[in-house]
């Protein structure tokens, strides 16, 4: 027979409200803090991630022996640097150069656009004998209200430009992030006068490291390749801006879900003002549908496992939340600082509920075996 439960005394309740308003109170914070800091906070985040990146594409040079010797550490992680910047410079050129073809081109999708609109109300006015043909102008009053493709694009493409913008502040962070790693591992031993302990603290921030590069270099890579495919795809079709959507579905694909609609959406937006042919709308639509569904369905689950062990209702949140906050860098950002968050309260014997709480099944990985640890006995982390 179970023990009846002690009621609370007053000061037990009292102070159990106490910090749950300070709880509150705190999120509230920090929320005002990233919103109105996030000029300052983007850049910076953006930065560790790239760090991880380069780390991580390191690391795998490193597997790479030529002549059966790996190549030095520095030259590993030259080479990797000169990879990422030139993969941002190409972007930010990409955009860049694309812009004002983008804007130039804006009238004649917009007329485009129109004569399509127009032919599907003759068909539907002719089916059911209606006499009926849009304009521009009743399109807007009765749809649209008072919206300017044109305009729509340009505002788009100018927040896409800030965001490139900023690409040279995060490589200068990211730059100072690789050095300062240098010497992060002799500012962690100085934390304590015990050296297990000490030792105990790097072999945590070890792992963790381990964990997030594995992840964002796996996500990287498989981005890559959807945007490789998309690419390839586009130009064969003859869609304008083909290399652009490339870059831009592959940057989406950092979003799930909403980023894998997103990536079919734009182009085939392009294709309906541009061909304005329901065979190559459909065409364009049914291959980049194929291009997704092979790299999230098969090839995403084989490079990266169970690194992504998000629950949907986690990703919907936090990609609310970070883009409330931070606009389309918070979109973009949102899974990866998520993703990261769950990775390191996973390796913490106290925080490893909240990691169960967000993941998918409430099954994460097993937290790494260290020095001094009792044997890991977790049911959740048997996947």
């Not at 490193?62 to 790996?70: C, E, F, K, P, T």
């Not at 896409?160 to 913008?165: E, K, R, T």
């Not at 603290?201 to 390749?225: F, P, Q, S």
Request: aromatic share 10%.
């Amino acid at each position: 027979m179970n023990a009846p439960l002690e009621p609370q005394l007053p000061h037990e309740r009292n102070e159990r409200f106490r910090n749950t308003v300070y709880g509150v109170a705190m999120t509230l914070m920090i929320g005002w803090v990233l919103s109105i800091g996030q000029s300052v906070f983007i850049p910076i985040i953006a930065s560790i991630i790239l760090a991880y990146i380069i780390i991580a594409l390191a690391e795998l040079l490193n597997y790479l022996a030529i002549g059966g010797r790996s190549a030095p550490a520095w030259v590993r992680y030259l080479i990797s640097i000169l990879v990422i910047v030139a993969v941002v410079t190409a972007f930010v050129f990409l955009i860049i150069s694309n812009i004002n073809q983008l804007i130039a081109v804006a009238p004649t999708y917009q007329a485009k656009l129109l004569t399509f609109i127009q032919d599907i109300a003759r068909t539907i006015g002719e089916e059911f004998e209606v006499e009926t043909e849009p304009t521009w102008q009743t399109i807007r009053r009765d749809v649209l209200g008072d919206i300017s493709l044109q305009s729509l694009i340009t505002s788009t493409i100018t927040s896409i430009s800030v965001l490139a913008g900023s690409v040279f502040v995060v490589l200068v962070y990211t730059g100072f992030a690789l050095a300062e790693r240098v010497t992060f591992t002799r500012k962690l031993a100085k934390l304590t006068d015990d050296p297990i302990a000490a030792a105990r603290i790097a072999d945590i921030i070890a792992i963790i490291n381990e964990r997030i590069g594995n992840y964002l270099a796996a996500k990287t890579l498989v981005n890559l390749i959807l945007g490789l495919m998309s690419y390839v795809v586009m130009a064969f079709v003859g869609l304008d801006f083909a290399a652009f959507w490339g870059v831009l579905i592959a940057l989406l694909n950092y979003i799930p879900y909403v980023g894998s609609f997103l990536g079919v959406a734009f182009p085939v937006a392009i294709a309906i003002v541009q061909f304005g042919d329901p065979t190559w709308i459909i065409g364009v639509a049914g291959a980049l549908i194929i291009c997704q569904v092979l790299v999230g369905s098969f090839l995403e689950p084989n490079l990266m496992g169970r690194t992504l062990n998000l629950s949907p209702f986690v990703i919907l949140v936090a990609l609310t939340t970070w883009g409330t906050l931070w606009g389309i860098a918070g979109a973009l950002l949102s899974v990866p600082i998520t993703a990261i968050l769950v990775i390191i309260l996973s390796e913490f014997e106290g925080t490893r509920p909240f990691a169960v709480l967000l993941s998918r099944a409430g099954k994460i990985p097993p937290r790494r075996q260290r020095a001094g640890d009792t044997p890991i006995t977790d049911d959740h982390e048997h996947v």
